[in-house]
């Protein structure tokens, strides 16, 4: 293999696969490495109550101390730490959970990686397509105060009512490509006008797509998708390799919209237990806000947009459309 060796060593470095394989897989045995060790290097020894004597040369836990406190064997924990969870108990997981300090979002990967890397067939595969019911659609055209979006794990946006596609202009702006929330963040210059915290409109597409991977190890659009941000965007790369995951149910965010301006709206997350992998987001104002003053002007302008639309292609008898 050509290229520079790592220092001290006869090896080269490996090509860049993003934490998938070349089958476009997900590595499951280096996604436990990095993210058990990316947990355990943030945490320090007396955070938990542990004492240390001088300087360390690494920062956060030493893997005996994780070990320590999660009740198991140092060789035990080494043998976790090197990708081989599939034999853990839940009761070893939780254990694990604990001592690391995980929240919600990183119990739910642990336990996700866990299940990966249980011994079976793995099938990479294309993901069927997934269609929008019109009972969905009618929910989401109903929704005339929010802006509402139906979108599945890969942040893929599948549907969206009138003032959801007015909100978010730029991203439902009739381009051709796919319209994908992660491609607009990382790839569209205009998303960093767009929102008022661009770096935390970042990181959170990125932990989204993280805690994805661990549920869908063998998606490989999801794969397609992390390599070409991977391949386009340095942002994207420096947070994927931050390995952080989380959920994102509900919060308040801000943006600046092209036509209406500074928009404060809360963003809430709705689960379709009929449709699996799809969730419905909404973005709503405060009732008598600037924020509310500025959506109903929106929805006027979206009105009138439609309407010229419409007009365009049913133009009047005896009249040509353009």
Not at 17 to 36: A, M, N, P, Q, Y
Not at 40 to 63: D, N
Not at 73 to 98: F, T
Not at 269 to 277: H, M, V
Request: with cysteine; proline share 6%.
């Amino acid at each position: 293999m050509g290229g520079r060796l790592f220092p001290g060593t006869d090896r080269a470095p490996d090509c860049p696969t993003f934490g998938f394989t070349l089958d476009h897989d997900v590595d499951t045995k280096s996604e436990i490495r990095d993210f058990l060790t990316s947990r355990r290097a943030r945490i320090k020894p007396e955070e938990v109550g542990l004492t240390t004597y001088g300087p360390r040369r690494v920062p956060g836990l030493r893997r005996e101390e994780v070990a320590t406190l999660a009740g198991v064997s140092v060789d035990y924990y080494n043998r976790m730490e090197r990708g081989n969870l599939g034999g853990a108990s839940e009761s070893v997981l939780e254990a694990l959970a604990s001592a690391l300090r995980l929240d919600e979002a990183e119990r739910a990967h642990l336990h996700d990686l866990a299940h990966a890397s249980q011994p079976g067939p793995r099938r990479r595969a294309r993901s069927p397509k997934q269609n929008v019911r019109p009972s969905v659609q009618w929910m989401l055209d109903s929704m005339t105060g929010s802006a509402a979006i139906a979108e599945n794990g890969r942040l893929d946006a599948l549907a969206t009512n009138r003032l959801g596609r007015a909100f978010h202009a730029d991203l439902f702006d009739g381009s051709g490509g796919p319209v994908n929330f992660a491609r607009f963040v990382f790839l569209d210059r205009r998303a960093n006008e767009f929102f008022a915290d661009w770096d935390r409109a970042a990181r959170d597409c990125a932990a989204l797509l993280r805690l994805q991977a661990g549920r869908t190890p063998h998606d490989r659009d999801l794969s397609d998708l992390v390599g070409e941000l991977s391949m386009q965007s340095e942002e994207f790369r420096r947070h994927w390799a931050a390995h952080n995951v989380r959920l994102h149910n509900q919060g308040v965010k801000q943006f600046s919209h092209p036509v209406v301006g500074e928009l404060e709206l809360s963003y809430n997350r709705i689960e379709l237990p009929a449709d699996p992998g799809l969730a419905i987001i909404t973005y709503t104002p405060e009732p008598g806000s600037k924020s509310a003053d500025a959506f109903s002007l929106l929805a006027s302008w979206a009105a009138t947009e439609d309407a010229q639309e419409a007009g365009l292609e049913h133009p009047p008898a005896g009249k040509a459309s353009p």
